[in-house]
């Protein structure tokens, strides 16, 4: 199985970046997909969830509004746009699935891919 993020890069304060997340191996339709982040110095900290089948969405309390998951189905892809992005939105970004039926603290992690929000 794979997770592999993408589109991570370098902002200025008010742009916009989209990421991606591709998944392989799995049941894409049985997932829940997730994106995470972490500062430097802090805690990984959730962002948004996305139940495949159903598309049920889940956003961490601050971030939703600038932040907008979504998936593709037919490409077993998850994406985050994110908006108004600020410079505390600095982190790696990660992409967590996991099985629908799995513990919520089970699941597969990809690499992470870096967003830095700087002027």
């Known amino acids: 199985v794979q997770v592999v993020e993408s589109g991570g890069g370098v902002v200025q304060p008010g742009g916009s970046l989209r990421l991606s997340c591709a998944t392989s191996g799995f049941t894409f339709s049985n997932l829940v997909l997730s994106w995470y982040r972490q500062a430097p110095g802090k805690e990984r900290e959730f962002v948004a969830s996305i139940v495949s089948a159903d598309g049920i969405i889940t956003y961490a309390g601050s971030r939703k509004g600038r932040f907008t998951i979504s998936r593709d189905n037919a490409k077993s892809t998850v994406y985050l746009q994110m908006n108004s992005l600020k410079p505390e939105d600095t982190a790696v970004y990660f992409c967590?699935?996991?099985?629908?039926?799995?513990?919520?603290?089970?699941?597969?992690w990809g690499q992470g891919t870096q967003v830095t929000v700087s002027s």
């Open positions: 967590k699935a996991r099985v629908r039926s799995s513990s919520p603290s089970a699941g597969y």
